[in-house]
């Protein structure tokens, strides 16, 4: 099959092909107000200024494209040589060929990667670097009814190191290390394999089965790691009406965590929307399982994989997609054309209230008391302004309040030296985008 798409991509392909040339390029300062919630503590407050800028060069011929993507991104204030602009912070973001036509492809390169609404797989627009991966994407659909994706991509690249050997301290009579000889280690890295399909029964119905398949292999600082994890899940998505839509989940995992712990999570997601031409509400709920007990031999932490964080949990960043729950409720209201108002209100909680409390990085915030029983962590507004300026411009206002509550409330508190009261934590950020 490769090879008749090859073949005949090059066969059909004209000798002069189309120039486009596109940019973004974003700026956003954002400022972290009171991150501990801790009053007393001073000089946490963060203000911060990121800008990036990418250039995008596309060559299309009859079934054949390619693309090369360049980008510069910097932290304001962090370049070693402001005044002449020589650091070398630009590089690759995107390199691909892709041969074929709409209905089957094949990219090889250095790509995005956005599945479905973007939970387990985002582009990463928020990220002043953007996400891309190596890999190789194959397309094939039917009409407007069937389809499929095939894709590999590297997560991690391969590396070569040396072994090494530690003692253990609770044996201090005994030399473990006494004749060891180091010796060279290769790990051929690690890579996740989506597959994916699509069928639509009508504008009510459409499912979408998928299974992605993560394979994680030893590194330095993890000799022994042997981690597989497989991803079986199903979206069903529709649109009953012209206003009304949904969208259900779910997803389950199995593998082994390491050589002699095995891996079992699963994750669960609701949602409905309701838009009119000039407002729309939408309420959603979103559970990842969590482990509770690291000395057993079962991880029960959801591999949440790299999708989307803000557009499901908040844009304070104080939950992930691991131990997690989340209900939503949010509307927006469009008083002129180009303008949009967004108002969202979060529940935050831990899916298992004797597990750990992680961010949106996956960095752990807390722990809970023994034998907690409270799943709660405490409330979550966000407010954004959204003003297109123009086609391809945009200025977005956004500003968001998390006030801890319940066990989330018990966890901050155990991380403050005082006994100030606890005060809310405050995001405040303005985006400007320019695309083409």
């Known amino acids: 099959m490769l090879s008749a798409i090859l073949l005949t991509s090059i066969a059909s392909a004209e000798d002069e092909g189309n120039l486009d040339v596109g940019y973004r390029i974003a700026l956003r300062p954002e400022l972290y107000a009171n991150p501990d919630h801790n009053p007393a503590t001073e000089n946490d407050s963060l203000f911060q200024t990121y800008q990036s800028v990418r250039l995008i060069v596309d060559s299309t011929w009859t079934n054949v494209k390619m693309r090369a993507a360049f980008q510069d991104v910097r932290l304001w204030g962090t370049e070693q040589t402001q005044a002449v602009s020589r650091d070398a912070l630009a590089g690759l973001f995107e390199g691909y060929f892709e041969l ?135 979206r069903l998505i529709g649109s009953p009406t012209k206003e009304f839509s949904y969208e259900l989940q779910g997803i389950f995992q199995t593998g082994r965590a390491s050589t002699d712990v095995t891996h079992e999570a699963w994750s669960v997601a609701a949602q409905t929307d309701y838009k009119t031409e000039k407002w729309g509400t939408f309420a959603r709920y979103e559970n990842n399982s969590g482990d509770g007990d690291a000395t057993d031999d079962v991880d029960n932490n959801f591999e949440a994989f790299l999708g989307a964080r803000h557009k499901f949990r908040g844009w304070a960043d104080r939950i992930g997609g691991v131990n997690s729950q989340i209900i ?35 960095d752990v915030i807390g722990v809970p008391n023994t034998n907690n029983t409270d799943t709660n962590l405490g409330n979550e507004i966000d407010a954004l302004i959204n003003l297109k300026a123009a086609k391809g411009v945009s200025f977005k206002f956004g500003h968001s309040v998390f006030i801890p509550d319940g066990a989330g409330a018990d966890i901050v508190a155990e991380t403050m030296t005082t006994n100030d009261t606890q005060q809310p934590y405050h995001f405040s950020y303005l985006w400007i985008v320019a695309e083409r």
Not at 137 to 160: C, D, E, F, M, Y
Not at 333 to 360: A, K, Q
Request: with cysteine; proline share 4%.
């Open 100 to 234: 074929g036509n709409d209905e089957l492809f094949l990219r090889a390169g250095r790509q995005m990667v956005s599945m479905h609404s973007e939970f387990l797989f985002a582009k990463a627009n928020w990220n002043p670097y953007g996400r891309a991966f190596d890999g190789v994407t194959l397309h094939a659909q039917k009409g407007k009814k069937l389809s499929a994706n095939a894709r590999l991509l590297v997560w991690n690249t391969g590396s070569t190191f040396q072994s090494s050997c530690e003692d253990d301290p609770e044996t201090i009579d005994l030399d473990e290390c006494e004749g060891f000889e180091p010796e060279s280690l290769n790990s051929y890295g690690d890579f996740v394999t989506i597959i994916d399909g699509e069928a639509k029964v009508n504008d009510a119905f459409v499912a979408q089965p998928f299974i992605i398949i993560l394979d994680q292999n030893r590194t330095a600082s993890e000799i022994e790691r042997d981690r597989m994890v497989y991803s079986p899940g199903l």
């Open 328 to 362: 939503t409720l949010g509307t927006n209201y469009r008083p002129i054309d180009r303008v949009n108002v967004i108002l969202n209100y979060h529940n935050l909680r831990l899916s298992n209230p004797n597990g750990l409390w992680y961010d949106f990085r996956l």
